[in-house]
């Protein structure tokens, strides 16, 4: 019977009926469905789900695109490879007839689909995180989408108007001078905020590029008067700042960084090595790689976290220098390449990558995360807008090194850059269509994506399993806007539906308005970038030209410069009704100044600026980096910028943000950590320590939440004091163990302790039990660390061994 052939075994179910208490306000209630759908489990759907239930996909299921001609429009085909079960357990009914196989769609492929084939003349849907998702056949087992690819280029559909030329060219002259940090240059550090500060020198030439064409390659006739009023950078400082940028990105591929690339065959990627940075070095080297043994250095990069962020903007770096030197880009083309095929390989023959690394390819946008994912959530991405941009950048220089590579008549190089242009512009496409439905929330739309129970306007990080409105490094509304609205290049035009962006910036403008930090860490560049999306430009002009030059080098701002802001807000669409805005104010001096806090109550460098680097801040501790941890107590804990750092450095993560701890020696740094414990929640009172507030396990330090949504929560560490945490709290650590009325009570209770004596001095230390409640504690057996009101019962076999905790524990 062995040398028999082995059949497969099928088993395939179908949730039928997907309201069963009738509490789920999704499922039961069915807010998002389809407007011409039905609930599944009414009428027809069993029978449908019966009479296609012996066809499934199969394991040759494919999926494929072909770009046409003009690379304006892509077909995305899934082929389910149908396969037929040789025996049904459940056959046809009478009268049915099987048409093929039915796959659930999600609300982007309903857009994509020239014919929507419904099973039946009904449609059904049933509701999906991400809106209904409804039932299609497919034709011949296959779906064929549509796609419309965008429109790739550096520039804007439109070119600067003459009103800004004048204010361009004065900010161009000073950012023209921009270089990256040393350290950068030297290839030494993360490739996130290297890669972004790349990206933004590329745009700051491409912008001098534009303003040169317009204002010195025009006739006199022809040429704009205020090109009169505005003296652009001279020759050398353009070739001084195209040194500059080629030097800064050849730096990272050609094998001489302080923070190498590496191949890992395991995965099949390039992945940064990870610097150890201390005093503006690296203090490792190749082949020690504290990256691959680290998830939290470097952003996790690798381990798979973000790639398509951190490479994107490498890549746009790339694609410049090549556009303005063209023999540089076909000189390091296999190099740049390398990081391409990293996040973009269009191609399963490639045996070194994976196809397109991130790309959901179903759902449409990317995954940020990588192989280390373990929050029970699923898998995430939190910035659409930096994934689009990044797919933008592979197509961007895939279209300079085809007209490289054309030059001299290279025709398989031409070939291939060509092939890395219509990638780019396909998973842009996907990704900047993806990011329109389901991370920009739209009240007013025939197919609901989220509940209304969901208000916000945007997604700040879309999960498997969950969208959620804030960010990974922050919770303030304008933050988990702004991520989905940078960086701000050409493509931003496509990606800012005006109907959206009038409904999403009121709730932006309020948030940022509220809160300087907005300002100073270079948040509201994005509001500005809204404000003229909404059909204000003059007026966000004027009010850029307001910001410090430090919000630029801020962790926020340190992607943007202040000539690729006025270049933004300057090329914008025109706006037939713009926003009526909530002042009457069109000139920036009319409009109230912000908020200023005391310098004591910004971060800047926790009073250690020789090792309180931008490189210890940023580094990532447990999903949140040392500044997001600091920052976090400042703005929600109302900690001094002192206090906070202690807490963080000093206290909490030594190790990894020791650096920006500003006091001296750890006697010094536990004192001050517990005067602001002490100041966040006192000592509790007597009346509390004898109330039912007095129920907590016994840490070494106890606290309990006196009021908010965690009442009468236990911890070992100081309450968060914010509203959707805990309002007050207190200290019971000094409270008496036992209160007269419960000692009373206690020995009121009659009770056999011989199963459980006595706690010794090394069984207290395992203790967590409110021994006022529940005096006894299991020690041994299944329920080992249990507490329990009574001694346990040795003989059901729950407990093998139990003590009774005491006042002395």
């Not at 019977?1 to 009738?22: D, Y």
């Not at 009428?43 to 299921?61: I, M």
């Not at 590029?209 to 353009?238: F, R, Y």
Request: glycine content about 6%.
């Amino acid at each position: 019977r062995l040398a028999e052939e082995v059949k497969p075994f099928f088993f395939r179910t179908a949730l039928l009926k997907p309201c069963t208490s009738g509490g789920n306000p999704v499922y039961c209630h069915q807010e998002q469905l389809h407007p011409t759908a039905l609930i599944p489990g009414q009428g027809e759907y069993g029978k449908l789900l019966r009479s296609h239930a012996h066809l499934y996909p199969g394991s040759k299921a494919t999926v494929s695109y072909m770009v046409d001609v003009n690379e304006t429009n892509a077909a995305l085909i899934f082929d389910w490879d149908v396969q037929a079960m040789s025996a049904p357990l459940y056959p046809p009914l009478p009268n049915e007839t099987v048409k093929d196989i039915i796959v659930y769609a999600l609300p982007h492929h309903l857009d994509m689909m020239p014919t929507v084939r419904s099973p039946s003349d009904d449609l059904y849907c049933a509701a999906s995180l991400i809106g209904p998702s409804c039932l299609i056949e497919g034709s011949k087992g296959q779906w064929r989408l549509v796609e419309e690819l965008p429109k790739i280029s550096f520039r804007a559909d439109t070119n600067p108007p003459d009103w800004s030329i004048p204010a361009i060219a004065q900010s161009l002259q000073t950012d023209i001078k921009y270089r990256l940090p040393n350290f950068f240059q030297r290839g030494a550090g993360d490739t996130y905020f290297s890669g972004k500060m790349i990206a933004k020198a590329g745009r700051i030439l491409l912008i001098w590029e534009e303003l040169h064409n317009i204002c010195k390659g025009s006739t006199l006739e022809t040429t704009p008067v205020q090109c009169l009023n505005a003296t652009l950078p001279s020759k050398h400082d353009i070739s001084n700042a195209i040194e500059s940028l080629r030097s800064s990105v050849e730096i990272w591929i050609n094998g001489h960084a302080e923070t190498p690339f590496v191949y890992d065959a395991a995965w099949g990627g390039v992945a940064s090595c990870g610097c150890l940075f201390d005093d503006g070095k690296c203090t490792n080297k190749f082949p020690d790689c504290p990256a691959f043994s680290n998830p939290g250095l470097n952003f996790g990069n690798a381990w798979y976290n973000d790639m398509h962020f951190h490479y994107g903007y490498h890549i746009f770096g790339a694609a410049v220098v090549s556009h303005f030197d063209p023999q540089w880009g076909r000189d390091f083309f296999e190099k740049v390449l390398l990081l391409v095929r990293n996040i973009a390989n269009p191609s399963e023959d490639d045996s070194f990558f994976p196809v397109m690394r991130h790309k959901d390819v179903y759902q449409g946008h990317s995954w940020a995360s990588g192989i280390a994912t373990w929050v029970l959530n699923g898998r995430n991405q939190e910035s659409s807008s930096e994934s689009l941009a990044a797919y933008e950048s592979v197509a961007l220089y895939g279209k300079v090194m085809a007209k490289a590579f054309l030059e001299l008549g290279s025709r398989e190089e031409f070939s291939r850059a060509v092939e890395v242009r219509r990638v780019g512009k396909l998973m842009a496409a996907s990704e900047l269509r993806s990011a329109k439905k389901y991370y920009h929330v739209k009240r007013e739309e025939e197919i609901k994506i989220y509940p209304s129970a969901y208000s916000p306007h945007v997604v700040g990080i879309m999960w498997q399993t969950m969208a959620q409105f804030q960010t990974w490094f922050g919770n303030a509304p304008y933050l988990a806007t702004g991520i989905q609205l940078l960086p701000l290049t050409p493509i931003a035009g496509q990606r800012d539906e005006i109907k959206w962006a009038k409904e999403m910036y009121p709730s932006l403008e309020d948030s940022c308005n509220a809160d300087a930090i907005c300002e100073e860490q270079g948040w509201s560049i994005l509001q500005l970038g809204a404000l003229a999306t909404v059909g204000h430009p003059k007026l966000a002009l004027s009010r850029a030209k307001l910001l410090p030059p430090d919000v630029f080098e801020s962790a926020g701002g340190n992607g943007h410069s202040m000539t690729n802001t006025l270049w933004y807000v300057a090329t914008r669409e025109t706006v037939d009704n713009p926003l009526p805005l909530k002042d009457d104010s069109t000139v920036p001096e009319k409009v109230v100044p912000r908020k200023k806090f005391p310098k004591e109550d910004l971060l800047s460098d926790c009073y250690r600026p020789e090792t309180c680097t931008d490189y210890v801040l940023d580094t990532i501790v447990d999903l949140y980096s040392c500044r997001q941890r600091i920052n976090f107590l400042i703005q929600n804990m109302h900690m001094s910028q002192k206090e906070a750092c202690v807490q963080v450095a000093g206290v909490e993560f030594p190790t990894e943000c020791g650096k920006c701890n500003p006091l001296a020696n750890y006697e010094e740094t536990i004192k001050a950590a517990k005067e602001a414990a002490a100041r966040q929640c006192p000592p509790c009172s007597e009346k509390q320590c004898h109330s039912d507030l007095n129920r907590c396990p016994s840490y070494e330090n106890t606290f309990v939440c006196t009021a908010g949504p965690n009442h009468n929560g236990c911890s070992d560490s100081p309450w968060d004091i914010v509203p959707w945490i805990c309002a007050e709290c207190c200290e019971l650590t000094n409270c008496p163990k036992v209160s007269p009325l419960e000692k009373t009570t206690m020995q009121s209770i009659d009770v056999s302790d011989d199963n459980c004596p006595k706690c010794t001095k090394e069984q207290c230390k395992s203790n967590l039990c409110p021994m006022q409640v529940a005096p006894y504690l299991c020690i041994e057996g299944d329920s080992t660390g249990g507490c329990s009101t009574r001694p346990w019962s040795i003989l059901n076999g729950q407990c093998q061994e139990c003590c009774k905790v005491h006042s002395d524990c």
